[in-house]
């Protein structure tokens, strides 16, 4: 009996443990201009499906950066759709996948950041905004 109680207080804590993970997760996204001029705007509109959060207009050098929890049950998935000029790309910024392949950088305790570079040549991927940097996307034309 004894054994049984042991047994299933371990499980009980490791549940607790992984639900207050998820609970307490954080991520900050970013997305930074990385262009090489300011002629032509980069528009950015990203949302999920329980919040949009505009369109916005960057300028070389800017950091458009969100932050949120991540869900609890179910996944999270931010996505965003890029134009400059003539060139479009529409893809997911985040997604509970990323999280669990540990993707995104750790900043302290449980809170994360990813970083997303726009490029003239595509788009590129990094868990910290110093790198290493890796191309994931190229735009569309």
């Known amino acids: 009996m004894t054994k ?9 804590i490791i549940l607790v443990q992984t639900v207050n993970s998820a ?29 949009d959060l505009g369109i916005k207009n960057l300028k070389v050098g800017d950091d458009f950066h969100f932050s949120f ?3 609890v049950f179910g996944s999270t998935r931010f996505y965003c759709h890029f134009s400059w000029g003539s060139k479009t790309h529409f893809f997911d910024v ?15 305790g449980n809170n994360y950041e990813c970083f997303w570079k726009v490029q003239e040549d595509g788009f590129y991927f990094g868990g910290h905004n110093s790198g290493p940097y890796s191309k994931k996307f190229d735009w569309n034309v």
């Open 23 to 51: 609970l307490t997760a954080g991520f900050t996204v970013h997305i930074i201009d990385a262009l090489p001029n300011n002629d032509v705007p980069l528009s950015v509109h990203c949302e999920s499906k329980d919040d």
């Open 94 to 108: 985040f997604t509970t996948d990323m999280y669990k392949s540990r993707a995104c950088g750790r900043i302290s």
């Open 69 to 71: 929890r991540g869900a």
């Open 4 to 12: 049984a109680i042991v047994f299933s207080l371990a499980i009980l």
